[in-house]
């Protein structure tokens, strides 16, 4: 039930986490500090540093994490991300262009989008940061090619993921989807931010039944 990040790169080749080459993230609820850290290394995205140098993010995780924090881990509740994860995945190739990422995204209503080096997962973007890296560039860079950019850090994890364990991390690096992959590492869904608050709504709809 491993939950990997990618760092920050361009769309070359596979980006996905293979376990020889990418570092595993911990459980962000076990945030006891095992080494000083170092401000100065800036390809580092494990949770304990992520929340040593923003402090901020720290209360969503405690508010989020609050209900299980007396609990056995044995103890508390398993919820698979295959349970809430969406199989509607929509992708461009590296080589795409801005233009054509948002086209895409715009034709099918989504806000998110794999990016693909041949069969590889080159890269998982969403509409927020596409706008954002427009904002900072020139008006022609709708033209610009995806191959051609540093695309941001992404979240995969398994369909066997535990849920709460993976909306620690997306707290913790403030990012609004993971990528669902599976045993052949194919994608094959996605968890967004939206899911999380479908099922929250849900939750308390049934409650307030009872």
């Known amino acids: ?3 990997f990040v990618s760092e920050p790169g361009r769309p070359v080749g596979t980006r996905l986490p293979e376990a020889f080459r990418a570092r595993r993230v911990g459980d962000v609820t076990e945030l006891t500090e095992t080494r000083a850290i170092n401000p100065g290394r ?3 995205t494990d949770s304990e540093f992520q929340l040593a140098a923003n402090a901020g993010k720290h209360r969503a995780l405690e508010e989020y994490g609050a209900a299980a924090a007396g609990e056995h881990r044995e103890e508390r509740p ?3 991300v295959s349970r809430i994860s969406s199989p509607s995945l929509y992708s461009v190739p590296a080589d795409a262009t801005i233009s054509e990422a948002l086209s895409m995204m ?3 209503q989504v806000h998110h989008l794999v990016i693909m080096s041949g ?3 080159a890269g998982l973007v969403d509409l927020r ?3 954002g890296w427009l904002h900072e560039n020139e008006a022609s860079a709708m033209s610009e090619s995806l191959l051609h950019i540093e695309l941001p850090a992404f979240l995969t994890a398994s369909p066997e993921t535990d849920a709460h364990q993976l909306a620690r991390l997306m707290l913790a690096h403030q990012l609004n989807a993971a990528l669902v992959v599976n045993a052949k590492g194919a994608a094959a869904g996605i968890v967004t931010s ?3 608050l479908r099922l929250y709504a849900n939750v308390g709809r049934h409650e307030g039944t009872v």
């Open 1 to 3: 039930m491993s939950i």
């Open 42 to 44: 800036s390809e580092a």
């Open 78 to 80: 398993y919820l698979p």
């Open 106 to 108: 715009d034709e099918h």
């Open 119 to 121: 069969d590889n997962v």
């Open 129 to 131: 940061w596409l706008l």
């Open 194 to 196: 939206t899911d999380y």
